[in-house]
């Protein structure tokens, strides 16, 4: 009896002292068990962003003639991301490598053990993890040449781009690159995805045209309901996008995901109210596009900024990328046909900047998570950020515009032909139609 009751006691010591000392284990380099699942409900909550969620959200956006066009665009471009991240992509960003890009000591995981841990969570998922960021990085771009380009060009342009645009700025910011060690706050991508995306969308709206008839012949959305069943996949999918970029089941993951959603509802709220007082209706277009400005503007705040300034970035998210967007279609006549710089590249660049005002901790109810109380610290975070932000916006615009010269040389054009484009690109590429009507 003695025997037994000493093992009990002996055992019950046992498991006591390992829940006490759990989270020192962790440290030690132990797999964190709790960390893994949300990182691995993180991964499967970003790749439902792309897919269906940007799939949906484009394709509802476009003309019916060119719904198919989007769909597989975004599966292909899924697809040629995720090999080309095994291949050299992953490597590049997170190698060592030196203070611009990484080498190639992780080419297709190459001497990685399955058990190798990135932090207390295995490598593999983080490498998984991150794989989603590389896949809807480029997707976000095909919202600027929509309905025009050829699917080879697509193809060549978004497997070149990831490689030389998207891989040495995520080494710059979250591979210990040189803005790493500035200090830049981008906790969940307002550089490396929505300034890169947005000035990239940009440049090639620019490159390759404005669709035949812009801006004289409307082209309306073709099914709003598919985007509005997009954008709740990426209202939902982002909780994963900006909480698991925490990367532990922790305070700082469910803070994210709290801001995450206020900034959203804020920016869809407000985006709403303006075209309420300038038009006297609410469109659902615009409700879904505020809710986007909103979600892209909080991202690289999300891990720096308490709820009183999640609001006030999700509020400005709805004013700074409504008016911008009326800019550059009405005023500049820029045929970036499903807005993604106004949204995203604009939304990414006004993020990046509050951040550095409302993570400080010295404002009250707007508090933040970040440095120190102190005007001369705010001044100096915002320093780092314009720089953050202005080297991602001429790093990405000269070489995305040579990526685009070289890619129309070597497929003959970037455009499809004129006939092509007014029957449209799910016949022309893929001899296919979205309905039988």
Not at 57 to 68: D, E, Q
Not at 105 to 129: N, Q, R, Y
Not at 331 to 346: A, E, T
Not at 399 to 425: A, F, H, P
């Amino acid at each position: 009896m003695e025997t037994t009751m000493s093992k009990a006691l002996i055992l019950c010591l046992t498991l006591l002292s390992f829940f006490i000392s759990g989270t020192a284990w962790a440290d030690e380099g132990q797999l964190n068990g709790a960390n893994t699942s949300w990182i691995l409900t993180s991964t499967a909550l970003v790749l439902l962003m792309t897919l269906p969620g940007v799939a949906l959200f484009y394709g509802g956006l476009v003309r019916k003639k060119n719904v198919l066009s989007i769909l597989m665009q975004c599966f292909a471009i899924g697809s040629i991301s995720s090999i080309l991240w095994l291949l050299v992509g992953y490597s590049l960003a997170f190698g060592e490598g030196n203070a611009f890009i990484g080498d190639f000591s992780k080419v297709m995981m190459h001497g990685i053990p399955k058990d190798a841990l990135a932090g207390d969570i295995p490598e593999s998922l983080f490498m998984l993890f991150q794989m989603t960021f590389a896949i809807i990085t480029p997707v976000l771009i095909i919202g600027g040449f929509a309905e025009r380009m050829k699917f080879s060009a697509v193809l060549l342009f978004s497997g070149i781009w990831l490689l030389a645009v998207y891989a040495p700025i995520t080494h710059w910011v979250w591979g210990g690159g040189w803005l790493a060690q500035m200090g830049v706050y981008d906790f969940a991508g307002g550089i490396v995805v929505h300034i890169t995306a947005g000035t990239a969308a940009l440049v090639a709206a620019l490159v390759v045209g404005p669709r035949r008839g812009f801006p004289k012949t409307p082209m309306l959305p073709h099914n709003l309901t598919m985007t509005v069943t997009g954008a709740g996949m990426l209202w939902v999918g982002w909780f994963g996008f900006n909480g698991g970029s925490a990367l532990a089941a922790n305070g700082d993951a469910s803070m994210a995901m709290l801001v995450t959603h206020i900034s959203a509802a804020a920016g869809t709220l407000t985006w709403a109210a303006i075209e309420w007082k300038k038009f006297g209706k609410a469109s659902v277009l615009g409700a879904v596009t505020g809710m986007v400005a909103g979600l892209g503007t909080i991202t690289p705040a999300s891990g720096f900024v308490g709820p009183g300034g999640a609001l006030i970035i999700g509020i400005s998210a709805g004013f700074v990328c409504f008016y911008s967007t009326v800019y550059i279609k009405q005023k500049l006549k820029i045929d970036d046909s499903l807005d993604v710089f106004p949204v995203h590249g604009v939304g990414g660049i006004l993020g990046t900047l509050l951040v550095g005002v409302f993570s400080a901790t010295s404002l009250g109810v707007f508090s933040g998570f970040g440095f120190a109380e102190g005007i001369a610290t705010m001044a100096e975070q915002i320093g780092v950020q314009l720089i953050g932000i202005f080297s991602t916006l001429i790093y990405t615009a000269v070489v995305t515009y040579i990526i685009l010269k070289v890619v129309g040389l070597m497929t003959d054009g970037l455009r499809v032909g004129e006939e092509q484009e007014s029957n449209g690109l799910d016949q022309a590429e893929h001899e296919e139609v979205g309905y039988h009507l």
